[in-house]
């Protein structure tokens, strides 16, 4: 990605991409004989970043790390980046998508996320779109370590993906990425959280109006509220209060310089 496509926001990289530019470099990564390591953003692992120096330097060093969250774009804002709610994407709105591109490309994908049941109804949904995708996929309820990963790495290099999805959450599938970096036989590897839940109906995202106006949080706060009320309750404020001491800090300086 070009340099004035990167965006700063609390010591945290991100890129500036709409989805079809995200779309055409997976695909395009996935006919490259390299590992390319694909990173996404949203408030919770930019505060995963700013308690994490390992978090942080993850997606400081991959390759793209794109934005798949409205607060995000909103602190981006606050301080004077130009960005929209198109630099926004997120998974389960353009899976499809990228199933067809991958299909038309003739670039294989894996799909290592969700229970049994998930990955099998996402795989069969796929399939329906893109019968002609190579297409495999492995449930991510397994120890990540030991004999069973072992085994999952196993049937994964059996089929030697161009594009490997990871779906485990966050930060657990980007600590495995790092684990297992060099032992997978993957092209692309992209972290993609609860993709498949939402996409297969598992989980329940909300209308779609709220979806496209930044409010799925709260469908899943109510949802989901003795899991979440943290990640939101006390994540999205968290996020924000540092997001203006940045911005504080950054006029203090022009100040100072002038």
Known sequence: MKKNDEIFLLGTRFHKVRVQELIDYVVNAGKIDKKTVIGNVNVRSMNFAYELPWYKDFLNKSDLVFCDGFGVILGAKIL??????????????????????????????????????TVDKAIAKLTAVAPNLKLKGHHGYFEKSGKENEFVIQEINEFKPDVLYIGFGMPLQERWILNNL????????????????????????????????????????????HRLWERYIIGNPLFFYRVLEERIAKGLRKLCKS
């Open 182 to 225: 060099e032992q997978v036989e993957a092209k692309v590897f992209l972290p993609l959280g609860a993709c498949l839940d939402f996409y297969t109906n598992t989980v329940y995202r909300g209308p779609r109006w709220m979806t496209d106006s930044g409010f799925e949080w709260l469908t899943r706060l109510v949802t989901e509220p």
């Open 80 to 117: 004077g980046y130009h960005v929209d709610s198109t630099h926004r994407m997120t998974c389960p709105d353009y899976i499809e998508d990228l199933a067809l591109a991958c299909e038309r490309e003739n670039v294989s994908l894996f799909l290592l996320a969700g229970k049994p049941g």
